[in-house]
């Protein structure tokens, strides 16, 4: 469902839909692949309510920039 969402025109809640597809992925097991969502909510959306949640997931180098 999230990732319909993120093909949807606009800007509105992506960020949760970034947010909540890394949580399942991390729950999942894939780590790495949840790491990249969670780098795209801190780059695109790094005002979001939500960035503050995934900052201790992301690698140094991202957590920085």
């Known amino acids: 469902v999230w990732k319909e969402w993120l093909k ?3 800007d ?10 890394g949580i399942s992925l991390e ?4 780590k790495e692949e949840a ?3 969670f780098k795209r909510l801190k780059e ?3 005002e979001s309510s939500l960035t ?8 140094s ?4 920039s």
């Open 27 to 30: 729950r999942s097991g894939k």
């Open 44 to 46: 695109e959306y790094p």
């Open 61 to 64: 180098e991202v957590k920085e």
């Open 8 to 10: 949807r025109k606009g």
């Open 35 to 37: 790491g990249a969502y």
């Open 12 to 21: 509105f809640y992506k960020d949760h839909a970034l947010y909540y597809i």
């Open 52 to 59: 503050p949640r995934i900052m201790d997931k992301l690698p």
